[in-house]
């Protein structure tokens, strides 16, 4: 049974990489459109390219992983 359980938190596949990176974007997108209306200017967009850069280095760090996991064939 925890197996199964465990299974639930490994990502496996790219298309699994590619739906978490996409909903995390989606929430970075969130959050900074609220630091744009709280912080005006220049500050503001600065914290919305951090939010969302972020995101994506993550998601590029996923699929990196599942590549050098196909190379060298570790298990979980």
Do not use: S
């Amino acid at each position: 049974m925890w197996k199964k359980f465990k299974r639930l938190f490994i990502i496996k596949t790219k298309f699994e990489a590619f739906l978490i990176t996409y909903a995390l974007a989606t929430g970075a997108v969130a959050r900074g459109q609220d630091y744009l209306i709280q912080y005006p200017g220049w500050g503001g967009k600065m914290l919305f390219l951090a939010a969302t850069g972020a995101v994506f280095m993550a998601g590029a760090k996923m699929i990196e992983a599942i590549e050098l996991h196909r190379v060298y064939g570790t298990e979980y």
